[in-house]
């Protein structure tokens, strides 16, 4: 595998700059279109799947994270508040606490449930500067989140059906799961006193019903509750979290959410915490190294690549362009020919755009492997490879 941060800098996908800070990378133009294409990508999966979108603010008031104990368990990884009007702002620390005031923003049924609330929102983390790198360790997140409100019988079949989700995503990004972890709590204060046993009973069930082998590891947890970590590794083997599922009872009581049931009665909620890919910046780090910056046709900043042997193909080589809708494609005019495809090598298509094509109208592809489709009319063309670069 190779390493991102290089490899990230060499393909013009991000950077950084000391006056910005260190764990506050800048994503290039075409860092921009994967991420897009990927955040893309998991709001229609997410869609597909029943999850409703929201957005929510990266601040909150301190008082927020009183409530939901991010401020009594949580405050080493947290910005200073900041002093407003005398008011104290935070930089949220994660998304639950918005998300849980979204459920509560009305009353709610048990007709409802489970209720899927899912957003890509920014968060932040006070990561000490030496551990800082890339793409892996940022101070500014952006996650991929979700919150499902359920009821307790629906719990289960709510974590299976994210675990799925999960691996289905990974199957179309091409990243392999190095291990499933169950992660518990340890010692010391970091953890709320709740439901450890019942919640951590449920992610057994859960791995076991997905038939999943996993490793249980204590001091892992969330501060509120145990989760299933799907980890992933880097390529010098260095493993991290990804994607995540989380059983929480605390917040829904911090929070004092309720719904009322067929019975008539007011009745608590279980939170299901979930995500698919995990911060969109460490998704990206690992899908450079994994592909090695040859991105599936879908994810590739440039889709297709037109090479005019001479200045004479090259009104039709712009002409081709416009006819390329959707598609991202460019034109790459000057050089040798060779020069230009071995530039163009992570690029999934390219076309080289001889006197014969352009008298006859067609293209002739090459593929990234060295192979080519046989030279065909335009049109017909950029609509295989449209097709061919859909997103799963
Ligand atoms: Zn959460």
């Known amino acids: 595998m190779h390493d991102h941060r290089k490899l990230g800098r060499e393909l013009g996908l991000f950077g950084t700059d000391p006056l910005i800070g260190a764990g506050l990378p800048y994503w290039l133009p075409d860092g921009a279109l994967v991420r897009h294409a990927l955040e893309e990508y998991v709001r229609d999966l997410e869609r597909r799947a029943g999850y409703r979108h929201v957005h929510s603010p990266v601040l909150g008031k301190r008082e927020l994270y009183e409530i939901s104990g991010h401020w009594s368990h949580y405050r080493d990884e947290m910005y200073p508040p900041m002093d407003v009007g005398g008011e104290q702002l935070v930089l949220r620390p994660s998304l639950c606490p918005h998300h849980a005031l979204i459920y509560r923003s009305r009353g709610r049924s048990h007709r409802e449930l489970p209720l899927r609330i899912a957003e890509l929102g920014g968060m932040y983390r006070a990561e000490l500067s030496g551990v800082l790198g890339g793409l892996s360790r940022v101070r500014a997140i952006q996650l991929n989140d ?14 299976v059906a994210a675990l799925a989700l999960i691996r289905r995503a990974y199957d179309a990004l091409g990243i392999s799961v190095a291990r499933y972890r169950l992660s518990l709590a340890g010692a010391g204060g970091k953890y709320v006193a709740g439901e450890w046993d019942r919640a951590t009973g449920i992610l057994r069930s859960v791995l076991d019903r997905s ?3 996993y490793d249980a590891a204590e001091g892992e947890a969330a501060f509120y509750g145990p989760k299933i970590d799907v980890q992933i590794a880097d390529g010098a083997g260095r493993e991290s979290t990804l994607s995540t599922v989380q059983v929480d009872f605390h917040q829904p009581a911090r929070f004092g959410l309720e719904y009322v049931g067929p019975d008539g009665a007011k009745h608590r909620p279980v939170m299901v915490h979930r995500s698919i890919i995990g911060s969109v910046e460490r998704a990206v780090a690992q899908l450079i190294e994994v592909h090695g910056g040859a991105f599936p046709a879908w994810l590739a900043p440039v889709q297709l690549r037109l090479l005019p042997v001479s200045a004479a193909e090259l009104p039709y080589a712009r002409e081709i362009l416009e006819r390329c809708g959707d598609l991202r494609a460019e034109v790459a005019p000057d050089g040798s020919l060779g020069a230009r495809i071995r530039d163009g ?35 017909a063309v950029l609509a295989r490879i449209g097709a061919d670069v859909r997103q799963p």
């Not at 001889?354 to 009319?377: F, I, N, T």
């Open 146 to 159: 979700a919150h499902v409100f359920c009821t307790l019988d629906q719990v289960e079949d709510e974590a």
């Open 211 to 213: 038939g999943l082998a």
């Open 345 to 379: 090598r992570l690029v999934p298509y390219q076309a080289v755009l001889g006197p014969r094509e352009a008298a006859a109208g067609q293209l002739s592809v090459r593929l990234r492997d060295g192979s080519r489709l046989a030279a065909a009319p335009a049109d």
